[in-house]
């Protein structure tokens, strides 16, 4: 299984100078996060997306978060579940969304499936990775993206 990364969590690690992600983009009381995800060669089910390393006290609100699609199949299936590595309780790849179809174009609210989010908020309790995991995929298109948009409150 393979762990590729967005565009932020490239930046953030390699911290230099040079590369530090801008902080008003992952800090402030509510904070917004935009990743982009490039689809690379040999991408498959069950790999995994490092989107955005937030700290802890972090609250990720599904019902005004998203991800877009520009249609990442040529056919086939594409589902995808956003999750995180906070191991504090318990790391959980769908914590915040669960089996989102994102094959064809289109834009999903993280709250668009029942997730455990949606009924008990969970607050990030240590410095975490969100993360993004191919449920299933099938004939990806190399070069295609997805573009996760998360808006965090800060506790």
Same mark, same amino acid.
């Given at each position: 299984?393979? =762990?590729? $990364? $967005?565009?932020?969590?490239?930046?953030? !690690?390699?911290?230099?100078?040079? @590369?530090?992600?801008?902080?008003?983009?992952?800090?402030?009381?509510?904070?917004?996060? =935009?990743?982009?995800?490039?689809? =690379? $060669?040999? +991408?498959?089910?069950?790999?995994?997306?490092?989107?955005?390393?937030?700290?802890? @006290?972090?609250?990720?609100?599904?019902? #005004?978060?998203?991800?877009?699609? =520009?249609?990442? +199949?040529?056919?086939?299936?594409?589902?995808?579940?956003?999750?995180?590595?906070?191991?504090?309780?318990?790391?959980?790849?769908?914590?915040?969304?669960?089996?989102?179809? +994102?094959?064809?174009?289109? +834009?999903?609210?993280? @709250?668009? @499936?029942?997730?455990?989010?949606?009924?008990?908020?969970?607050?990030?309790?240590?410095? $975490?990775?969100?993360?993004?995991?191919? !449920?299933?995929?099938?004939?990806?298109?190399?070069?295609?993206? #997805?573009?996760?948009?998360?808006?965090? !409150?800060?506790?």
């Amino acid at each position: 299984m393979a =762990e590729f $990364s $967005s565009d932020i969590a490239a930046l953030q !690690a390699d911290p230099t100078a040079k @590369n530090l992600a801008d902080p008003i983009k992952v800090y402030g009381g509510m904070a917004y996060c =935009e990743a982009t995800v490039t689809l =690379e $060669s040999g +991408v498959a089910a069950a790999d995994t997306v490092l989107l955005v390393k937030v700290p802890a @006290n972090f609250r990720l609100l599904d019902h #005004l978060s998203t991800v877009a699609s =520009e249609g990442i +199949v040529t056919s086939g299936v594409a589902t995808i579940d956003i999750g995180d590595d906070d191991d504090s309780t318990a790391a959980d790849t769908d914590r915040y969304a669960d089996g989102l179809d +994102v094959a064809a174009a289109g +834009v999903d609210l993280f @709250n668009a @499936n029942s997730a455990a989010q949606r009924l008990t908020p969970y607050t990030i309790r240590q410095t $975490s990775w969100i993360k993004l995991t191919f !449920a299933t995929l099938t004939t990806p298109v190399v070069g295609k993206k #997805l573009v996760v948009k998360m808006v965090f !409150a800060c506790l």
